[in-house]
């Protein structure tokens, strides 16, 4: 009875969060329950040397070519949502290692996280849920949330001064969560980390994104002509900066170090084989990266395992993001 949850109904636990997400959205068997909506890519990441005097990790080893599988995704539970230009735009990223390490990590286009902690992403989404009635949340549980969290009103002001780029191929993204870094000498200093685009980057026009999967066939035309390319940021924390709040974006005048390029050479409809099965568990680090004691972290990994479990089990369904017909569209 503990277990399942009975005699303590008001505990959040990773399966009620993934029974939550399934309120918000639907069950849409086979998915993730969030960034449902996505498509696989292949590439590699390029170091340039300059991340070791922060981590020992053999990523940053110079002229290490690491290979790379990758998703792009949209927010949401709703595997075939029509693409919007203020929609959360993900990027989940594995690096395969030497000896069967890894780095996985799992960022958003946003400049800050709009909850602070697990109960708060929970809260919010039964806050934000949309009436069925009028097709919008409800003003006065939005309202009422906001007011009990004014750090994600604020989060959410952050946001909406940083409008959004025209696709995913000329968006930021941001880890926002932070993680210790560790050299060979022992020195850990927190660090968070931005990919940073070598395209030209233009904001995203009102009602840019005209058709339902208009910033996916921007993204595969794109590859079409050629591979992308991010810069690897990585940003420096200082003792006054928290370090367990993703909410607060650290100050721009944080040192921050040009670790290598990251490539995207092609993208892949998502099935067998590829990101698709993936579990983008932002607390998958090699040595030298440890994950801070930001409480998203572990709860990020609980309930991505929860999902995995829930989505593998199931019956799976193409994706609408069929990569073979927006490159022909």
Request: hydrophobic content about 35%.
């Amino acid at each position: 009875m503990y277990v399942g949850g009975r005699l303590t109904p008001h505990r959040l636990t990773p399966a009620r969060v993934v029974d939550g997400l399934e309120a918000d959205f639907g069950k849409h068997a086979g998915f993730r329950r969030n960034h449902a909506k996505g498509v696989s890519v292949s590439g590699s990441f390029s170091s340039n040397g300059a991340g070791v005097a922060l981590s020992k990790a053999a990523v940053f080893e110079r002229d290490r070519q690491t290979p790379v599988i990758g998703r792009f995704s949209l927010s949401g539970g709703v595997p075939d949502v029509s693409d919007a230009p203020m929609a959360t735009r993900g990027l989940g990223l594995r690096f395969d290692l030497p000896g069967d390490e890894q780095w996985r990590t799992a960022m958003i286009n946003l400049p800050a996280f709009p909850d602070r902690t697990p109960r708060g992403f929970h809260e919010r989404n039964r806050a934000f849920r949309t009436d069925p009635g009028t097709g919008k949340p409800d003003p006065a549980k939005t309202a009422a949330f906001l007011k009990r969290h004014p750090e994600t009103a604020l989060a959410m002001r952050i946001a909406q001064a940083h409008p959004p780029t025209s696709g995913f191929a000329d968006s930021t993204f941001n880890g926002l969560n932070t993680f210790h870094f560790t050299n060979d000498s022992g020195r850990t200093v927190p660090v968070r980390w931005s990919l940073a685009p070598l395209q030209p980057v233009r904001l995203a026009a009102e009602g840019a994104a005209n058709g339902r999967d208009a910033l996916f066939e921007g993204l595969i035309n794109a590859l079409e002509a050629g591979p992308l390319r991010w810069r690897l940021v990585l940003v420096i924390g200082r003792p006054a900066d928290p370090v367990n709040d993703a909410t607060v974006p650290w100050p721009e005048s944080r040192r921050k170090i040009d670790a290598g390029t990251l490539t995207i050479g092609s993208a892949r409809t998502e099935a067998s084989g590829n990101a698709r099965d993936i579990n983008f568990d932002p607390t998958v680090v090699p040595p030298g990266i440890t994950p801070s004691d930001d409480p998203l972290l572990s709860a990020r990994s609980a309930v991505y395992a929860q999902s995995f479990a829930r989505r593998t089990s199931e019956s799976k369904s193409k994706s609408a993001v069929d990569v073979t017909r927006l490159r022909n569209d």
